[in-house]
């Protein structure tokens, strides 16, 4: 199947400091891109939809001036989480849409941890 | 709004059948989805139903729907140790499009 990757897979930060993440489509392009993030024994949330030369789409309650999201090319998409607080730790996880299929193809996900 | 609910947790017996169950509250879902996550990996589409079928079989597979009570569940027969894993429901609209998730059902084999 399809495969996407996420890097880091782990990164500690301390609180105020900028992390990017990054997450790539390895074998397919995609124009249609979500991240998500998961708390332990939580559902994903979504925290926005971004489509390959366009502004993302955030979900209601999410800062987008927090969560910076670049979606460069049809292959690379980053999440930025600027000014990290200890309550932005949690697991995000990318996913990408190729072109009218139903199914996601989603990354193994970063653990952010903010001290 | 869009809410999926499921179960937190399920044991069974290695080569019992396991039955996740899931209810959805959007009446206008089109595709009803099951997602398997493993340690370390990314989530897995395992298989979906469009709305507007009854039942769906994929080998050791079964997903039944009741969209009349919004009730979706997955049925795994002669269950085995590598389906050790968290199983999420999910719903979506259009393709392409968001996807709404459960919390994840935890999945746990007794040998």
């Known amino acids: 199947g399809a495969v996407v990757s996420q890097h880091p897979s782990w990164v500690i930060c301390k609180s105020g400091t900028s992390v990017k993440i990054e997450c790539r489509s390895l074998?397919?392009?995609?124009?249609?891109m979500f991240w998500y993030r998961q708390f332990p024994k939580q559902s994903l949330m979504l925290m926005a939809t971004?489509?390959?030369?366009?502004?993302?789409?955030?979900e209601q309650g999410v800062e987008k001036d927090k969560f910076l999201i670049n979606h460069a090319s049809l292959t690379l998409s980053t999440l930025t989480v600027t000014s990290a607080h200890p309550e932005d730790s949690s697991f995000y996880i990318c996913?990408?849409?190729?072109?009218?299929?139903?199914?996601?193809?989603f990354g193994p996900g970063t653990r952010l941890t903010v001290t | 709004g869009e809410d999926v609910e499921q179960s937190l947790f399920l044991s069974v017996r290695e080569g019992d059948s396991s039955v996740i169950n899931c209810t959805y509250t959007?009446?206008?879902?089109?595709?009803l989805y099951w997602y398997k996550q493993e340690p370390g990996a990314g989530l897995q589409l395992l298989t979906y139903?469009?709305?507007?079928?009854d039942m769906k079989q994929d080998q050791r597979l079964t997903v039944l729907l009741n969209k009349k009570d919004k009730h979706l569940s997955l049925r795994i027969a002669d269950t085995q140790t590598g389906d050790s894993a968290i199983y999420f429901c999910?719903?979506?609209?259009?393709?392409?499009?968001?996807?709404?998730f459960g919390k994840g059902t935890r999945l746990h084999i007794l040998p």
């Open positions: 996913s990408f849409s190729p072109g009218g299929s139903v199914e996601q193809y």
């Open positions: 074998d397919f392009q995609a124009t249609t």
């Open positions: 971004s489509n390959e030369g366009s502004k993302a789409t955030y």
């Open positions: 959007d009446s206008s879902s089109t595709y």
């Open positions: 139903i469009f709305s507007n079928m």
């Open positions: 999910a719903e979506g609209e259009n393709r392409d499009d968001k996807i709404i």
